[in-house]
């Protein structure tokens, strides 16, 4: 009978696994499973730090890596509250400017909250938080308009490129897969982000946290942006071709 180690070893070399993968492999190891035993195993895993959730249904085996989380600020939560209550079924995603210190050596003062909308009803949204948060929101402003009437605490609302990943904790959370190509292409980001720091967010990320790469790429390739975000990483990033194949 294998004992854990070795089912993490095999797992570990088809990583990001699903369920259906782990119990394949407990299978193969002679141990009789279903699929409860599969989620108990999967919950006592996660729980032990011996594998990370990358996303739904995603999974891979720790080493000095973690599943990136970031604990958004009472504001940030507000408004997604906010949206949720008067648009049932709106897809949104929720970005917080100062996520970026934990990787940045020059830290952000002031936050600015990205809530990026499913195309179409950017201005439904905007209607609905105008109220509430007048003169301290905009909505997809182009880059002068932003520097112009930046506060503290600022709202932008922005429009969302169709598969976004969604959040793992909650769906609107904004994943490090996303923010990672976002700072790449974005427009906005791009004149936000002092280029200098490129190579410390890119190189921390990756050393710390697990990145689930196939939902990177596809996000790129939406964006039309795939080719753009390779050069980006070796030319801007300082990255290896190794660091981040794909």
Request: with cysteine; proline share 2%.
């Amino acid at each position: 009978m294998a004992d854990k180690m070795v089912i993490l070893e095999r797992i570990g070399s088809n990583s990001p696994f699903a369920r259906s993968d782990l119990q394949a492999v407990m299978e193969e190891c002679g141990y009789h499973t279903s699929e409860s035993i599969t989620n108990h195993m999967i919950t006592r895993m996660l729980a032990a730090g011996d594998i990370a959730r990358i996303g739904r249904n995603r999974y891979c085996v720790s080493n000095s890596q973690k599943a990136y989380h970031f604990s958004h600020s009472e504001f940030a939560v507000s408004v997604a509250n906010e949206i949720v209550e008067a648009h049932l079924y709106l897809d949104f995603r929720i970005f917080e400017l100062v996520q970026l210190n934990e990787f940045v050596n020059h830290q952000i003062a002031h936050n600015i909250v990205f809530v990026s909308v499913e195309g179409g009803l950017e201005e439904d949204v905007f209607n609905t938080l105008w109220k509430r948060h007048k003169g301290s929101i905009l909505l997809k402003p182009d880059v002068d308009e932003l520097f112009r009437y930046m506060n503290e605490d600022m709202v932008v609302i922005v429009k969302l490129p169709t598969e976004s990943p969604k959040g793992i904790d909650v769906f609107w959370d904004t994943r490090l897969e996303k923010i990672l190509v976002d700072i790449a292409v974005d427009k906005l980001l791009r004149k936000i982000v002092y280029s200098g720091e490129y190579p410390a967010i890119y190189q921390d990320a990756l050393s710390k946290y697990v990145i689930d790469k196939s939902a990177m790429v596809r996000y790129a390739r939406r964006r039309g942006a795939l080719m753009k975000y390779r050069e980006f990483l070796i030319n801007e990033a300082g990255l290896k071709q190794e660091d981040f194949r794909f």
